[in-house]
């Protein structure tokens, strides 16, 4: 399965953005689906993630009451939307796919290949 992130850019602090992750050429319906993100200097860390139905979601303590993750699995797309934007957000955010809802990288087997999100403080 191919990941394909979308939706990252410039934004000033405060500001909103929604990313979406969609597969190439396959259905991801059945798969977990997790958000990760990596600043420069720093390790890949857990943003937020979901199961196959939608109805269960996990997510870090620095993103919780800000970001929310969702899925349309009709459109085969899962989404990460994000507000109250602030400089520390500032990563390349990564969507993934595994078979167990985790908080860990080593849990997801398919990875998409990223999308730039910058705020401006």
């Not at 899925?71 to 990563?91: C, G, H, I, P, W």
């Given at each position: 399965?191919?990941?394909?992130?979308?939706?990252?850019?410039l934004?000033?602090?405060?500001?909103s953005?929604?990313?979406?992750?969609?597969?190439?050429?396959?259905?991801?319906?059945?798969y977990?689906?997790?958000?990760?993100?990596?600043?420069?200097?720093k390790?890949?860390?857990?943003v937020?993630?979901?199961?196959?139905?939608?109805?269960t979601?996990?997510?870090?303590?620095?993103?919780?009451?800000?970001?929310?993750?969702?899925?349309?699995?009709?459109?085969?797309?899962?989404?990460?939307?994000?507000?109250?934007?602030?400089?520390?957000?500032?990563?390349?955010?990564?969507?993934?796919?595994?078979?167990?809802?985790?908080?860990?990288?080593?849990?997801?087997?398919?990875?998409?290949?990223?999308?730039?999100?910058?705020?401006?403080?």
């Amino acid at each position: 399965v191919q990941l394909q992130a979308s939706g990252g850019g410039l934004v000033q602090a405060g500001a909103s953005l929604r990313l979406s992750c969609a597969p190439s050429g396959r259905t991801f319906s059945t798969y977990v689906v997790g958000w990760f993100r990596q600043a420069p200097g720093k390790e890949r860390e857990f943003v937020a993630t979901i199961n196959w139905s939608g109805g269960t979601m996990y997510y870090a303590d620095s993103v919780k009451g800000r970001f929310t993750i969702s899925r349309d699995n009709a459109k085969n797309t899962v989404y990460l939307q994000m507000n109250s934007l602030k400089f520390e957000d500032t990563a390349v955010y990564y969507c993934a796919a595994g078979r167990t809802i985790s908080v860990a990288v080593s849990s997801y087997i398919y990875w998409g290949q990223g999308t730039q999100v910058t705020v401006s403080s």
